[in-house]
């Protein structure tokens, strides 16, 4: 089945900077990429998405990017601010609805 | 929230009792699925549902048991419970978005096996 690799576990930055979350899968039939941020105590919550038939996709401050041939895929969140202080889950899903999930980075934004 | 409850919310037994946890969703999905979510793991798969008597196991299906008989609610049961069970537990569905088939999250059972 499909593996889910993702880093770094722990990443803290200044307000204002950049972060980056990177995600690896192993499925070349994986075509959909969801992105999750789950708040301490709460459901995972989606945040954004992509599929494999682009490149790049953004939303306000955040953006995510697919690299169909490395198979990896990133989440970059820029002028982090201290709301965006959670972990976030990357996942894979291809054929027959299962998805598959990384394990998470905790992400720290210092004020 | 996709209409997606769980119950209990919280719950503390001990080792060797059954539990049953229950999720129930309001929007006539066909997929459901039951993860566990532990420290260092990320979100694991327990069991999915692709529909009412369909059923099907994930990563981590040993010790446990599903069982979809409407398509609203699908349980998760425990039937002898270990302290290695003590978890959190997420139901979800599957629904489809602008961009595809994808998975939306229950409040979470938190269950601890003494």
């Known amino acids: 089945g499909e593996n889910v690799e993702q880093h770094p576990s722990t990443l803290s930055v200044q307000e204002g900077d950049s972060a980056v979350i990177k995600c690896t899968y192993s499925?070349?039939?994986?075509?959909?990429f969801p992105w999750y941020k789950q708040e301490l105590g709460k459901r995972p919550q989606l945040i954004i998405d992509?599929?494999?038939?682009?490149g790049e996709k953004k939303d306000q401050r955040i953006a995510v990017t697919l690299n169909k041939t490395a198979k990896h895929f990133s989440l970059h969140i820029t002028e982090t601010q201290p709301e965006d202080s959670a972990v976030y889950f990357c996942?894979?899903?291809?054929?027959?609805?299962?998805?598959?999930f990384g394990t998470g980075t905790s992400l720290t934004v210092i004020p | 929230d996709a209409g997606i409850t769980q119950s209990p919310r919280h719950k503390v037994t001990e080792t060797g009792t059954p539990v049953t946890l229950r999720c129930h969703q309001t929007e006539n999905h066909r997929y459901m699925y039951w993860y566990r979510q532990d420290p260092g793991h990320g979100l694991r798969l327990i069991h999915y549902s692709y529909g009412v008597k369909d059923t099907d196991k994930g990563e981590v299906s040993d010790g446990y048991s599903v069982s979809r008989s409407k398509t609203e609610d699908f349980l998760l049961t425990l039937e002898s419970a270990t302290s290695s069970q003590t978890s959190v537990y997420f139901c979800?569905?599957?629904?489809?978005?602008?961009?595809?088939?994808?998975?939306?999250f229950g409040p979470g059972t938190r269950l601890l096996v003494l």
């Open positions: 992509i599929r494999s038939n682009v």
């Open positions: 996942a894979a899903s291809g054929t027959g609805n299962q998805f598959y």
């Open positions: 979800a569905i599957s629904e489809m978005n602008r961009e595809g088939e994808t998975q939306y």
């Open positions: 499925d070349s039939a994986s075509n959909y």
